[in-house]
């Protein structure tokens, strides 16, 4: 079944504690990304990917981190969670379009839900 | 902003109305995109218009494109229960970056 997976699912954590949240995709897609979901703010991206070894910044950057070593993982690090670094975390992938855009269709993966005390 | 806003930011009508919703943007558009989310679950891609189409149809949903307005509506015919959630346009701009801008969506309920 093609699907975009995350782990984990929920998490709860302290200020300062490093974690990683995984994402895998089996569609052999080049596009890659993170958003984070908060209420009132839509879906804000944080990171993208469009191939292996080639990462780039969104909307918000700021306190993470990822790498794109292998086509189908893309995780997304925070190396030192915030409070306001808690929300609704989704992974998408998709296929690189022939114009050079993400012109495809997303696939979201089922999301993390985040809490950092 | 290369953010698309939705309109209304919610919506409750009665099982088996018509539900409209509407994305107005700003900038030139490659393509724009409806999505559907279930409370707390992941995004489900709906429809995908690109900016040289004026309509789509998929089922019971119709997404219209008017670029020279640069706004999007999804209309969603026969309502059922299961329609309701949120609902997110996203659009990828002309201007030179990769990135898919979601809007901040907009809530339907569906009441039975």
């Known amino acids: 079944e093609a699907q975009v997976t995350q782990n984990p699912r929920y998490l709860i954590t302290v200020t300062g504690k490093k974690l990683t949240v995984t994402c895998s995709q089996n569609m052999n897609h080049e596009y890659m990304s993170w958003y984070r979901q908060d209420p009132g703010l839509g879906l804000r991206q944080i990171y993208y990917?469009?191939?292996?070894?080639?990462?780039d910044k969104g909307d918000v950057p700021e306190g993470y981190k990822v790498s794109r070593k292998e086509k189908r993982n893309f995780p997304l690090i925070l190396e030192s969670p915030s409070p306001n670094q808690t929300s609704l975390y989704f992974c998408?992938?998709?296929?690189?379009?022939?114009?050079?855009?993400?012109?495809?269709?997303?696939?979201f993966g089922p999301g993390t839900r985040l809490l950092v005390l | 902003s290369q953010q698309g806003e939705e309109d209304p930011q919610a919506l409750s009508i009665q099982e088996g109305e018509n539900a409209t919703m509407n994305c107005s943007y700003k900038?030139?558009?490659?393509?724009l995109q409806w999505y559907r989310q279930n409370s707390g679950r992941g995004l489900v891609h709906l429809i995908l218009i690109r900016s040289n189409e004026r309509e789509k149809h998929s089922g019971r949903l119709r997404v219209t494109l008017d670029t020279s307005k640069k706004s999007s509506s999804l209309l969603i015919t026969a309502s059922r229960a299961a329609d309701t959630a949120s609902y997110f346009c996203a659009l990828i701009s002309n201007f030179g970056n990769e990135k898919l801008t979601f809007g901040t969506g907009t809530r339907l309920t569906i009441i039975p």
């Open positions: 998408a992938s998709s296929l690189w379009g022939t114009s050079g855009r993400p012109q495809e269709t997303q696939y």
């Open positions: 990917s469009m191939n292996v070894e080639v990462t």
């Open positions: 900038t030139s558009i490659n393509n």
